[in-house]
T-cell receptor, first 113, second 112 residues
Framework: KQEVTQIPAALSVPEGENLVLNCSFT??????LQWFRQDPGKGLTSLLL?????REQTSGRLNASLDKSSGRSTLYIAASQPGDSATYLC????????????FGKGITLSVRP | KAGVTQTPRYLIKTRGQQVTLSCSPI?????VSWYQQTPGQGLQFLFE???????NKGNFPGRFSGRQFSNSRSEMNVSTLELGDSALYLC???????????FGSGTQLSVL
């Protein structure tokens, strides 16, 4: 059974800081991994998707990396802004037909002005 | 291009009642999946439908059911509501069920 862990549960940083959010998973036979952002009371917005054959993906100030062998992914946010304050979740899909997505519980990020 | 639409946005029900939630996926997306989100358990997978067939199911009791129509719209039904069913119910769509997921804003269900 795939387990996805995100530690710490909450993080507070000053504006402008570069930061790294971590995600670990127990089963390395994955198909892909996605990072999402969720604002309070809202749905999830997909930020980056990394296929199992890829090592990283970039979008603007965001960079996500994947290391299957160690069961880890990181989301790097450059020059953080107050608007980045949200909960960030990673989700892993195992390889194999009809596999489901398993989510971590998320990291709630607060960027202080 | 319209996003994923979930209705209603908020629902208040009492124990024992039943409820139906609706989800309209992005045009062209054939996969619709449903999730329950609570502060304690996080996001938990309920089920996925692809071209009107249930392709995968999570570990929820039979009171939770769903279906998908030929236009890919999906409904989720919860019968005999319990207090513990209070949660944000999220629907997501994707082209093939394995790629990028697009979520709706969710339905906030409160069971009194």
């Amino acid at each position: 059974k795939q387990e996805v862990t995100q530690i710490p549960a909450a993080l507070s940083v000053p504006e402008g800081e570069n930061l790294v959010l971590n995600c670990s998973f127990t089963d390395s036979a994955i198909y892909n991994l996605q990072w999402f952002r969720q604002d309070p009371g809202k749905g999830l917005t997909s930020l980056l998707l990394i296929q199992s054959s890829q090592r990283e993906q970039t979008s603007g100030r965001l960079n996500a990396s994947l290391d299957k062998s160690s069961g880890r992914s990181t989301l790097y946010i450059a020059a953080s802004q107050p608007g980045d304050s949200a909960t960030y979740l990673c989700a892993v899909r195992l390889a194999g037909a009809n596999s489901k997505l398993t989510f971590g519980k998320g990291i709630t990020l607060s960027v202080r002005p | 291009k319209a996003g994923v639409t979930q209705t209603p946005r908020y629902l208040i029900k009492t124990r024992g009642q039943q409820v139906t939630l609706s989800c309209s996926p992005i045009s062209g997306h054939r996969s619709v999946s449903w999730y329950q989100q609570t502060p304690g358990q996080g996001l938990q997978f309920l089920f996925e439908y692809f071209s009107e067939t249930q392709r995968n199911k999570g570990n929820f009791p039979g009171r939770f059911s769903g279906r998908q129509f030929s236009n890919s719209r999906s409904e989720m039904n919860v019968s005999t509501l319990e207090l513990g069913d209070s949660a944000l119910y999220l629907c997501a769509s994707s082209l093939d069920g394995r790629g990028k997921l697009f979520f709706g804003s969710g339905t906030q269900l409160s069971v009194l």
